[in-house]
């Protein structure tokens, strides 16, 4: 299995990787983790991936361009408009929703089917679905696996709908950035991985291997509030520079000036990614009629 690893702070890296089961996998040719640095990506003079967001708020929020960049490197091909959010689906493997199917591979929506060779494009970020135990066991499954690690206040949501094939979190928490998340990945799949443990029977009765199937009947977090909404919600979406790109327009209510219209849009899409990515969190986010 290949890794990629996109990230800003590309020395991050030379620790986490370099020890233990995942050092181990390596030396044996089992997985292959390559790092990549994003601001290789950028072109300007101060080789710039960040920039404010549109509608106002504090922080930085990473372009979409560079990301778009850095990927198509990796794959050789370049990611045009894809199907919209009416045609997502469900997957059994990651959930992907706008893939575009590798050269030679048998894909559904960029991530293999059982049996075929696939590729997933993972954002990782506060917003995304829960990384548990199961997911990891569905990217073995796979033969590449590109992790883009998130950075600042967020990451351009065109990134998120039209690259990524999913949007993962590691846990009910804000970090810094995706890096600690990705090297987390990268060490929860690469010990699944046929050979990486000396015992076969390890992966197997460790913990959370045996409650996979009884995940959904697990405990909802008593609180996730959203550092933006102060609310029991995910983040809402962000967008940056440019207003168009590749043909994907920023929200017309962000570039209006209206900041109730914006608090308003903002609000109902961090209730719309909520549901579709946390529903477990909706039952204590105890929404008003508005």
Same mark, same amino acid.
């Given at each position: 299995m290949q890794f990629d690893i996109v990230t800003i702070f590309p020395d991050f890296f030379a620790g986490p990787l370099d020890y233990g089961i995942v050092r181990r996998a390596r030396e044996a040719h089992l997985v292959d983790v390559r790092v990549h640095d994003l601001r290789t990506c950028a072109h300007d003079r101060h080789r710039t991936v960040d920039d404010r967001p549109f509608g106002g708020g504090e922080g930085m929020v990473?372009?979409?361009?560079?990301?778009?960049?850095?990927?198509?490197?990796?794959?050789?091909?370049?990611? %045009?408009? #894809?199907?919209?959010?009416?045609?997502?689906?469900?997957?059994?493997?990651?959930?992907?929703? %706008?893939?575009?199917?590798?050269?030679?591979?048998?894909?559904?929506?960029?991530v293999k089917e059982p049996g075929a060779s696939g590729t997933a494009i993972v954002l990782l970020s506060a917003s995304?679905?829960?990384?548990?135990?199961? @997911?990891?066991?569905?990217l073995t499954q796979l033969d590449r696996i590109i992790l883009l690690c998130g950075r600042y206040e967020g990451v351009d949501e065109r990134v998120a709908e039209h690259l990524a094939t999913d949007e993962l979190s590691i846990g009910d928490f804000v970090l810094s950035g995706g890096e600690l998340g990705a090297a987390l990945i990268v060490d929860a799949v690469? #010990?699944?991985?046929?050979?990486?443990?000396?015992?076969?029977?390890?992966?197997?009765?460790?913990?959370?291997?045996?409650?996979?199937?009884?995940?959904?009947?697990?405990? !909802?977090? @008593?609180? *996730?509030?959203?550092?933006?909404?102060? %609310?029991?919600?995910?983040?809402?979406? *962000?967008?940056? =520079?440019?207003?168009?790109?590749?043909?994907?327009?920023?929200?017309?209510?962000?570039?209006?000036?209206? *900041?109730?219209?914006?608090? =308003?849009?903002?609000?109902?899409?961090?209730?719309?990614? @909520?549901?579709?990515?946390?529903?477990?969190?909706? !039952?204590?986010?105890?929404?008003?009629?508005?």
């Open positions: 990473l372009k979409p361009e560079p990301l778009f960049e850095a990927v198509e490197s990796l794959l050789g091909e370049t990611m %045009h408009h #894809r199907v919209s959010g009416e045609d997502e689906r469900d997957l059994e493997v990651v959930g992907a929703r %706008h893939a575009v199917p590798l050269q030679g591979a048998t894909t559904v929506g960029g995304g679905k829960l990384f548990r135990q199961d @997911t990891a066991r569905r690469t #010990r699944l991985l046929p050979g990486a443990l000396g015992n076969e029977d390890s992966s197997v009765n460790e913990s959370f291997s045996a409650i996979e199937a009884c995940a959904s009947e697990a405990t !909802p977090p @008593t609180s *996730h509030q959203s550092p933006v909404t102060s %609310h029991l919600l995910l983040d809402f979406p *962000h967008y940056t =520079r440019p207003a168009e790109f590749r043909g994907w327009q920023v929200p017309e209510v962000l570039l209006g000036g209206n *900041h109730e219209e914006i608090r =308003r849009w903002r609000r109902e899409r961090a209730l719309e990614k @909520t549901r579709r990515n946390r529903p477990d969190l909706l !039952p204590a986010a105890s929404p008003s009629e508005e």
